[in-house]
């Protein structure tokens, strides 16, 4: 029930295209779901991040769509750049600390 | 120095040795946490620590022995490691809210441990 399960695990898009990544989770009681974005040798970093009270959050090119009766998760990249090309990776939560991540995702988009 | 730091940032030791992770925030934060990233596998939280207070330990074995001297400093103490041991380890920091409330967490760049 901790589980948050992510697909795909690569990802390669053309330049100014979608990227689409999902996630999937059980337990019904987590209330908050970031995205974290890893580069090479760095930490994760958040991307963006919703509460279940929304159905969808945008900043910029980067949108997450949340379905809670499905219990599914995604962001999408729009306008896909080369410089997005990293590791994605889901999380959910019961508050903000405890943290369960999903498996990540590598992105390669190419020019 | 900014943000989350992490020394040292490569790390090899044997199954015998004892060494130690050290992290450090510079952000002002009250809550730090100990992760584990293992290849093809969810990053896994490991600890945390609340005001200097441990406050989550993810069923970590002993041979992982965290310490939290003061609100900006975290370290990791490891002794008689195994191999499978050998992953990223990342340090992050946050601002607990309290009653489980905390804005985002930021993450050092790690250390790369391998055990042989």
């Known amino acids: 029930q901790q589980q948050v399960k992510q697909s795909p695990q690569s990802l390669i898009v053309q330049k100014g295209g979608i990227s689409i990544i999902n996630c999937a989770y059980e337990?019904?009681?987590?209330?908050?779901f970031p995205w974290y974005q890893q580069f090479p040798g760095k930490g994760p970093a958040l991307l963006i991040a919703i509460r279940p009270d929304v159905s969808e959050k945008k900043e910029g090119r980067f949108t997450i769509s949340f379905n809670k009766s499905a219990k599914q998760f995604s962001l999408h990249i729009m306008d896909s750049q080369p410089g997005d090309s990293a590791t994605y990776f889901c999380a959910a939560s019961k508050g903000f600390q405890k943290l369960v991540f999903g498996t990540g995702t590598r992105l390669l988009v190419s020019p | 120095e900014t943000g989350v730091t992490q020394t040292p940032r490569h790390l090899v030791m044997g199954m015998t040795n004892k060494k130690s992770l050290k992290c450090e925030q510079h952000?002002?934060?009250?809550?730090m946490y100990w992760y584990k990233q293992s290849a093809k596998k969810p990053l896994e939280l490991m600890f945390v620590y609340n005001f200097k207070e441990q406050t989550e330990n993810n069923s970590v074995p002993s041979r992982f022995s965290p310490e939290c001297p003061n609100s900006s400093h975290l370290f990791l103490h490891l002794h008689t490691l195994q191999p499978e041991d050998s992953a990223l380890y990342l340090c992050a920091s946050s601002q607990d809210l309290g009653q489980g409330g905390a804005y985002e967490q930021y993450f050092g760049p790690g250390t790369r441990l391998t055990v042989t």
């Open positions: 337990n019904t009681a987590f209330d908050y």
């Open positions: 952000l002002g934060h009250n809550a």
